[in-house]
């Protein structure tokens, strides 16, 4: 993990921001978190700590490499569409953290649209993005309520 954040400070401080780098440093820390997480029965040390430092990485790095990455008017559809990445990888993995992942994506989407592209962008740029961020929140709100609820959910 140190290893890990060094080499994206140094990168970070050395060279301009380029976004297919931090979407791979992105990616380099999501499948680092998975891999700690399916062996971690396999190891003497707690490694939840380890887990929770590498999605936080990559909850800050998809957003900036994709701020990078695209046309500035595709910005909060590029974090839509990873808060949807988050929500899937919530069902296929059952795994809570990354619903508060996509949830905290959503409300930085929201941030964005309020605060960036009604000033910024074109009429029907606004609607578009108001309508589908909408139809988003809503549709993931429908997948949730029609999923059955387990007992970890219920105590939390």
Same mark, same amino acid.
């Given at each position: 993990?140190?290893? #890990?954040?060094?080499?994206?400070? /140094? ?5 301009? %921001?380029?976004?297919? $780098?931090?979407?791979?440093? @992105? &990616? ?16 003497? #040390?707690?490694?939840? +700590?380890?887990?929770?430092?590498? &999605?936080?990485?990559? +909850? ?7 701020? &990078? @990455?695209?046309? %500035? !008017? /595709? ?9 949807? #990445?988050? #929500?899937?990888?919530? +069902?296929?993995?059952?795994? *809570? !953290? ?15 649209? /309020? ?8 009429? $029907?740029?606004?609607?578009?993005? +108001?309508?589908? &961020? ?8 429908? @997948?949730? @309520?029609?999923? %059955? *609820? ?7």
């Amino acid at each position: 993990l140190i290893i #890990f954040l060094g080499i994206y400070l /140094f990168y970070s401080q050395m060279e301009k %921001p380029n976004a297919w $780098v931090n979407l791979n440093f @992105a &990616l380099a820390a999501i499948l680092s978190a998975r891999l700690l997480n399916w062996t971690k029965s396999q190891v003497d #040390f707690k490694t939840e +700590f380890l887990r929770n430092t590498y &999605l936080a990485s990559t +909850f800050c790095l998809i957003p900036y490499g994709l701020y &990078l @990455a695209v046309n %500035p !008017k /595709f910005v909060s559809l590029s974090w839509v569409c990873a808060s949807i #990445f988050y #929500f899937a990888m919530n +069902f296929l993995l059952a795994n *809570r !953290k990354y619903r508060w992942m996509g949830i905290l994506n959503f409300l930085l989407v929201l941030g964005r649209v /309020f605060l960036v592209e009604l000033a910024s962008l074109d009429l $029907v740029y606004r609607v578009v993005s +108001f309508m589908g &961020l909408g139809l988003v929140l809503l549709l993931v709100s429908m @997948a949730y @309520a029609r999923r %059955p *609820r387990r007992a970890e959910d219920l105590r939390a």
